[in-house]
């Protein structure tokens, strides 16, 4: 496969759209019997199928898995034994185009830099396709793949399992219902991240373990020597490969406030980020980037607070999260992994990353609020990975769908990163896609790609 660049003439002069040329076929034109029945089982790809990508395979385990493919033979290894009959790859390129035939749909479980490149090839290929968060690396990819699937027409999802819960759609629906009046505040934060951060790259070059294919595993990323600071796992702290705790964790968290507040609707925004020293090789230790959202529709402005790296013992303490008003005199804000807030002008919400164990609090207002509380008018999902097998059989599009969805989150998400990138507040135009008043800041939205793979 040839190499892809980035044209920074075209993408900066607001024609990224033209930068590049897609082909979509629909998959029966690509030898499949076209849409299958819902009683029909979907043979199903799975590219990245160690460590949560093992947990996505067996998401999908109830269709018939025909392909695995993970750079890694070792990290692979539990799902190779759980799918002995799937014929195994260590390239999804390679795997794509000798299994085009016998695919319908993909799984994407990599490490974030290769989600747009895999998950654009299987949906130009006219494959259905379901991508781990963040579904892109870049602010650019987010908006091609957006695109890209309103385009392709195929059945998509971005794995946020929050997004299928019904706390999620009770936030929504209090929202909208005016249970908390106007939302002016929300607030984010989490012990993330869990892998070091704030860190130069490594000056020793160990062996690569023989079970790894380096070069595959590096992608579209820049060369360079493997080393295990990078694989398994601790790859989402490196700029070049993850999005740091914002990557992380930011698409479940902030599912809520995206969903509930309208935030896509806004043309334009406003960020602005304190960090620990910041370096080009990693994201920091830790950070606090605000949003700035201007009013959308009925809706008043609003200022979401994202708050990373919680228990590390360098962060300030000024920046710690205010204890709301109405939280009850011996009750905590939720540790560990984290938690949420919504504070409107009549009430306030309290709940986990996922937006598990949802409350308006104080406990006593919300035993009195509960008789009139608004009535249920969000559909329920029958289930994250269902939602997308449904889907793919012809039924209604998924939820946290790429084209009207997970593409706009994923980008909203990232553009934090730019803010937390310059140590600048940054302004964002959504129309023309770039930032209007810090020039520097548009290096980071989007990348090139290394020779040998493209977008």
């Known amino acids: 496969m040839g190499s892809e660049r980035i044209s920074r003439r075209l993408f900066f002069g607001g024609a990224a759209a033209s930068a590049f040329a897609f082909t979509f076929v629909r998959r029966d034109v690509l030898g499949g019997e076209g849409k299958p029945s819902a009683n029909e089982k979907l043979n199903i790809a799975c590219i990245g199928v160690g460590g949560k990508g093992g947990g996505d395979v067996g998401g999908v385990s109830s269709e018939n898995i025909v392909a695995l493919c993970d750079v890694d033979d070792k990290r692979g290894e539990g799902s190779f034994k759980r799918h002995p009959k799937a014929k195994k790859f260590k390239d999804f390129r390679i795997m794509l185009q000798e299994m085009n035939k016998q695919i319908d749909a993909v799984t994407v479980s990599t490490a974030d830099h290769c989600h747009a490149p895999a998950s654009m090839m299987a949906m130009k290929m006219g494959k259905h396709v379901f991508c781990q968060k963040p579904l892109t690396h870049s602010i650019f990819e987010a908006r091609e793949i957006t695109k890209a699937a309103k385009a392709a027409k195929v059945a998509t999802l971005m794995g946020i399992q929050g997004h299928a819960s019904e706390q999620i759609r009770l936030i929504s629906e209090w929202v909208w219902g005016g249970v908390l009046g106007q939302v002016r505040e929300v607030y984010y934060w989490t012990n993330r991240p869990i892998w070091p951060q704030g860190i130069d790259k490594p000056k020793d070059t160990p062996a690569c373990p023989p079970n790894l294919d380096w070069g595959v595993w590096l992608g579209p990323a820049p060369e360079r020597p493997y080393h295990p600071a990078y694989h398994p796992f601790a790859w989402r702290g490196w700029w070049d490969f993850g999005s740091g705790a914002l990557g992380d964790i930011a698409c479940h968290a ?13 043309k334009t925004l406003e960020m602005e980020a304190v960090s620990s020293p910041v370096n080009n090789e990693t994201a920091p230790k830790w950070s606090q980037i605000t949003f700035y959202y201007p ?42 992994i984290g938690g949420q807030l919504f504070i409107g002008d009549k009430a306030t919400i309290l709940a986990g990353v996922y937006a598990d164990g949802v409350r308006i609090i104080p406990e006593a207002k919300f035993k009195e609020l509960k008789s009139s509380l608004p009535a249920k008018t969000i559909p329920r999902s029958p289930g994250h990975y269902q939602e997308w097998i449904r889907a793919c059989k012809g039924g209604e599009p998924a939820g946290a769908n790429f084209a009207d969805y997970a593409g706009p989150l994923t980008e909203m998400v990232l553009l934090g990163n730019l803010a937390v990138r310059t140590g600048k507040k940054v302004v964002w135009d959504s129309e023309q896609m770039k930032v209007t008043n810090v020039p520097e800041a548009n290096k980071y939205v989007a990348r090139e790609y290394r020779k040998g793979w493209t977008l």
């Open 254 to 266: 902030m599912d809520a406030a995206f969903w509930a507040l309208k935030l896509g609707e806004a």
């Open 295 to 336: 009013a959308r529709g009925d809706m008043a402005p609003v200022k979401v607070v994202w708050n990373d790296g919680c228990e590390d013992k360098s962060r300030p303490k000024e920046l710690a999260v205010p204890r709301p008003k109405d939280l009850e005199p011996d009750r905590k804000l939720p540790g560990g």
